[in-house]
């Protein structure tokens, strides 16, 4: 149990992600695969709300494998029991 933060882990089975695109992923209206359907808009939002919150967001991705992505956000719950 870690009381200083939430960590969510997503990991899928599918297609995965060329290296090359890992870094444009979260980017607005980016697509690394045009045979699927999407506007390009889930991750960004994912990103974003992610900053507003102040935590990050990891990608690993292996081509034919998978892909998981780390959600770490900081627990609000205990800085403000350290505030009083």
Excluded: H, W
Aim: hydrophobic residues 35%; contains cysteine; glycine residues 10%.
């Amino acid at each position: 149990m870690d009381t200083e933060r939430c960590v969510v882990t997503i990991t899928d089975n599918g297609v995965g992600i060329d290296s090359r695109y890992l870094e444009k992923i979260l980017d607005i209206f980016y697509r690394a695969n045009t045979e699927t359907q999407g506007t390009g808009l889930g991750l960004y939002i994912v990103k974003d709300t992610v900053a507003l919150l102040r935590g990050k967001i990891e990608v690993q991705s292996k081509l034919g494998t998978g892909t998981t992505f780390t959600i770490t956000l900081p627990n609000f719950v205990a800085e403000a029991g350290r505030l009083n």
